[in-house]
């Protein structure tokens, strides 16, 4: 969990809490990661989750198959858990980005609490920085891959630089794009030294939000303690350039 001076939710975010995910798994010696998702072009279909995967491939040595649910057929375990977080915040007052994190952690009264990961800005990396090291318009028959429609994606650790999907989980073959460069510095193995962070500062709210904050703040409906927190918050009236980049990012993977 975050809070949006911290990070924004695009596809870097998504990204990178995948890679973390699966490297820790990787520690454990797990070497085959499924994943399912919906369909999401922003945050889970997009070049950027997939570059992802080519990296950890190489690096962490493990297979990746991640499947995108069916349209209309999307509902997965994390509905439930953020029905479940819903219901428990329903009666509390909630103040601060870090009382999220407590409710959360104690909102399920059986069996083991969630587990809240509480991201910072070294968590957060530019997977956008190693987009033009691969291909990714034709397949090996020279077709244009159609991203948006893809279902299926695999990443084998004995081939890092191929990407293996379909368009249909029923497809008895898959496509495959070769998304290597020749002019491209390799990753190879144990080498993270390609990957920077996304951002160096805080991130700022909306000139709007800021002034509706300070307005609860002025009229203690938010409480004297917090005052000082929210006073200093950045705050612009303009699109950063990384909510550009992923609108433009969107823009793309619809196309």
């Known amino acids: 969990m975050w809070d949006e001076t911290t990070a924004r939710r695009g596809s ?22 499924r ?18 995967y080519l990296y950890v491939a190489t690096v962490f040595g493990v297979r990746i198959c991640h499947r995108f649910l069916e349209k209309g057929h999307t509902q997965q375990e994390g509905d439930s858990v953020h029905a479940l977080i819903e219901r428990s915040s329903k009666n509390k007052v909630i103040y601060s980005p870090q009382e999220w994190y407590t ?22 990396l530019d997977f956008k920085s190693i ?16 991203w948006n429609q893809v279902r299926e994606i695999v990443v084998e650790n004995s081939q890092p630089d191929k990407i293996f999907y379909k368009y249909d989980l029923n497809e008895k073959s898959a496509l495959c794009i070769d998304c290597s460069k020749r002019t491209s510095r390799r990753v190879t193995q144990g080498n993270t030294l390609e990957l920077r962070k996304a951002y160096g500062e805080s991130l700022p709210i909306t000139t709007a ?47």
């Open 12 to 33: 870097n975010e998504v990204a990178s809490c995948l890679f973390d995910y699966i490297k820790r798994k990787s520690q454990e010696g797990v070497k085959d990661i």
């Open 103 to 124: 409710c959360v952690r104690w909102c399920k009264t059986s069996d083991q609490p969630y587990e809240v990961v509480e991201i910072n800005q070294n968590d957060i």
């Open 209 to 255: 939000k800021y002034k509706d904050l300070m307005s609860l703040c002025q009229k203690n409906l938010i409480p004297p303690r917090y005052h000082d927190y929210y006073k200093n918050i950045k705050h612009t009236s303009a699109m950063s350039e990384s909510e550009a980049a992923d609108d433009l990012e969107r823009k793309k993977n619809k196309t």
């Open 35 to 52: 994943l399912w998702s919906d369909n999401c072009g922003g945050q889970n279909r997009n070049r950027i989750v997939f570059a992802m």
């Open 131 to 146: 987009l033009n090291q691969y291909k990714w318009v034709k397949n090996e028959d020279g077709d244009k891959v159609k």
